[in-house]
């Protein structure tokens, strides 16, 4: 049922400082569609679609200081807005978030992250590892009273647009049931999924180390459950913990993959592609440039980058980060269909990653990613959210949790 929030409930998710922000991407939106029909204008107003590569995207006389005229007033509304806005943004913005809140500013970081860090938003997310909702890895663990916590710690990160609060779906929560179950205090982490792999693969190392270097009791244990794209994030933490010589891969027993995206993903692709198609030709290469409004997070799925080698050179290069050695890694892959290769597993697979993918498997022996297949599990008639509320899955967690190292 289609539903509407009323001006009051509006109210109660909306911060004055979201207010701000916005009009911050408003006005930048505003300029760049600007400099697009621009961009569009000079290339239908030259014969041929030739383009003068001094004047490249802009258009003179009358018509450019039109433009120009626009840019212009957009300056100016946009300090307006700024400084209307600043006095009524509340200097202490630590107020509890609502879950729709929360949702919707994870979405946008997935799309426009990179954007947001660039231009200084206030809506962009920072990384930080929660307990209980509250951020532990930005502050002093060790504050933490001994009595709440454990010494074996669950860790677990979200995927592309999401956020901590989402692993709580259907009533049901990994990390809270190993909690209840077998006496792992689960550990959340928040990121900027619009942000390289690597760039949050760096932070999420860094993160890790600060928490288990200040934590009220010692450590006997560390595993992480990673979905989707947090996956990648793990993948490239570990490469990068073993560089910088951090402490907690020591500590690591285990890693669980839910349906991650080890060889990319077609969603990523498909966008790709309408970068290809809108440059085929002068007259709508301008519009191209809305193909590549998606964050360098979502490019990094077109292959699934791990580091930053990856992408650095050329974005859509295909090499493989090997599964880090003395850690073990499980890999489960979710499909819609109800047996492996009927039409709907071929079609959809989990409905953003196929199996294959997922599981780690390619064609090509050197992209393969060396999951044993008894650490792999496919859940049919599964889509690619039920991962984290799938009792199944959970049931296999724990299994694999328990299973002595071998």
Request: charged share 20%; proline share 4%; net charge positive.
């Amino acid at each position: 049922m289609k539903t509407t929030l009323s001006p009051k409930r509006l109210r109660a998710h909306i911060r004055a400082s979201d207010v701000r922000a916005a009009a911050h991407l408003a006005t930048s939106a505003t300029r760049g569609i600007t400099d697009l029909v621009e961009a569009m204008h000079a290339t239908v107003a030259r014969p041929f679609g030739m383009a003068n590569p001094q004047i490249e995207g802009r258009t003179s006389g009358i018509t450019g200081f039109v433009y120009k005229s626009i840019r212009g007033i957009t300056k100016v509304v946009a300090t307006g807005l700024d400084a209307t806005l600043s006095l009524i943004t509340p200097k202490n913005a630590l107020a509890e978030s609502s879950f729709e809140r929360d949702a919707a500013i994870s979405a946008l970081n997935g799309v426009l992250g990179d954007y947001l860090v660039e231009t200084k938003n206030a809506l962009a997310i920072p990384m930080n590892i929660r307990l209980r909702g509250v951020d532990v890895s930005s502050n002093n663990a060790a504050a933490i009273p001994k009595k709440e916590v454990t010494r074996k710690l669950a860790i677990f990160i979200h995927g592309l647009c999401m956020n901590d609060r989402q692993w709580l779906r259907n009533g049901h929560d990994h990390g809270a049931k190993l909690a209840q179950e077998r006496s792992y205090t689960p550990l959340y982490v928040r990121y900027n999924t619009g942000l390289h792999t690597s760039v949050n693969g760096e932070l999420f190392a860094a993160h890790i180390e600060r928490v288990l270097a200040d934590w009220p009791v010692p450590i006997d244990e560390v595993i992480i459950v990673a979905h989707s794209m947090g996956g990648l994030v793990t993948r490239s933490a570990m490469v990068f913990a073993g560089h910088a010589k951090f402490a907690w891969p020591a500590k690591l027993s285990k890693v669980v993959f839910l349906g991650t995206p080890h060889h990319g993903a077609p969603l990523e692709r498909g966008g790709h592609w309408i970068d290809i198609v809108l440059g085929a030709t002068p007259y709508t290469k301008p519009f191209a440039r809305l193909g590549k409004i998606r964050s360098s997070g979502i490019t990094d799925l077109r292959h699934g980058n791990v580091v930053e080698s990856d992408w650095a050179n050329d974005a859509f290069a295909r090499t493989t980060t090997p599964l880090p050695t003395g850690i073990e890694c499980f890999a489960v892959a979710a499909t819609t269909g109800k047996t492996k290769r009927d039409l709907r597993d071929v079609l959809l697979g989990d409905g953003l990653v196929p199996v294959s993918s997922a599981l780690g498997k390619h064609r090509l022996i050197k992209h393969r990613l060396a999951f044993p297949e008894g650490n792999t599990m496919i859940a049919y008639e599964r889509n690619h959210m039920d991962l984290l509320s799938d009792q199944a899955v959970y049931e296999q967690i724990v299994e694999w949790i328990q299973r002595e190292k071998t």
